[in-house]
């Protein structure tokens, strides 16, 4: 909810300041707004070397026992076997591909110390700051008396009547719909207006639902006068529905006696293997 007033907490403000920067005022050529400046007194010292790089390599590091200078670091695969259907002529020369090498522990080819932080890099030397002893301040320009001043008492009052409302809405959502606006200056009636919109909206949709509940339960008890199984089997689906939303431990046992039912009900029934029986050997008489 915005609160202030639409004199000053507008940005900009409905109402302009009563004084304004001078166009005409400028800064003077001997005004100093540097708070800090390089100490004019300071030294770069001697020791202090600028071309030392920032990483150096490692002068403690010694090369392993064991690493093979002349060994590579991968070679063919001893365990690869030319494919059957290899074409030197489509396919080139077939190579076997590279793995590691076994031989390498700790290391093959040419050994490098690791890199590290040179402990003696400093950078580029700078002069420390110290405080500008001519240091004025920040400037800024005179102000002035505002020559487009002016007072709206009442700035609604010359506004015509507010016929339409625009809202422009940026969004990758479709679907988003604007209704009933309220303009007003109370915020309890504003809550007012929303509560007794959205108490009949929510009663309209109740409504469509128990309509559409009720024609819905007014088809299953068509069926099931009719007979008809699949309405059977909707109605204990209901119910498991229903007592897993009430007792889920008990939903399961329900649950099972449905499918059990339904198993029995489809499953095909098989004549007893005698009776089969006894009419081939009718034929064959």
């Given at each position: 909810v915005f609160t202030g007033s639409p004199h000053e907490s507008f940005a900009p403000p409905l109402t302009p300041p009563t004084e304004i920067d001078d166009p005409e005022d400028s800064k003077p050529a001997d005004w100093v707004d540097a708070a800090k400046i390089d100490d004019p007194d300071a030294v770069k010292p001697d020791d202090w070397d600028e071309d030392a790089p920032r990483k150096i390599p490692d002068p403690t590091a010694t090369k392993p026992s064991g690493w093979l200078d002349d060994e590579p670091d991968k070679v063919p695969d001893p365990e690869a076997a030319r494919p059957a259907d290899w074409d030197d002529e489509e396919d080139g020369e077939w190579e076997a591909p590279l793995v590691d090498n076994p031989n390498c522990d700790p290391g093959c080819g040419d050994w490098a110390p690791p890199i590290i932080d040179n402990p003696d890099y400093k950078g580029k030397w700078k002069a420390p700051k110290i405080d500008n002893p001519a240091f004025v301040g920040p400037w800024a320009p005179r102000k002035i008396p505002n020559p487009h001043y002016f007072k709206a008492d009442n700035p609604a009052k010359a506004l015509p009547p507010i016929g339409a409302v625009a809202v422009e809405v940026w969004t990758t959502n479709a679907g988003i719909l604007?209704?009933?606006?309220?303009?007003?200056?109370?915020?309890?009636?504003?809550?007012?207006?929303?509560?007794?919109?959205?108490?009949?909206?929510?009663?309209?949709?109740?409504?469509?639902?128990?309509k559409k509940q009720d024609k819905e339960a007014k088809k299953l008890e068509d069926k099931l006068q009719r007979g008809d199984l699949s309405a059977k089997i909707e109605v204990k689906l209901r119910e498991a529905y229903a007592l897993a939303q009430a007792q889920p431990l008990a939903a399961a046992a329900t649950i099972f006696a449905v499918l059990a039912a339904l198993i029995a009900l489809l499953k095909p029934k098989r004549q007893p293997a005698a009776a089969d029986d006894d009419d081939d050997a009718a034929a064959a008489a």
């Open positions: 604007y209704d009933n606006f309220a303009l007003g200056h109370d915020a309890k009636d504003a809550k007012a207006f929303a509560k007794a919109f959205y108490d009949k909206q929510a009663a309209e949709e109740q409504a469509k639902r128990k």
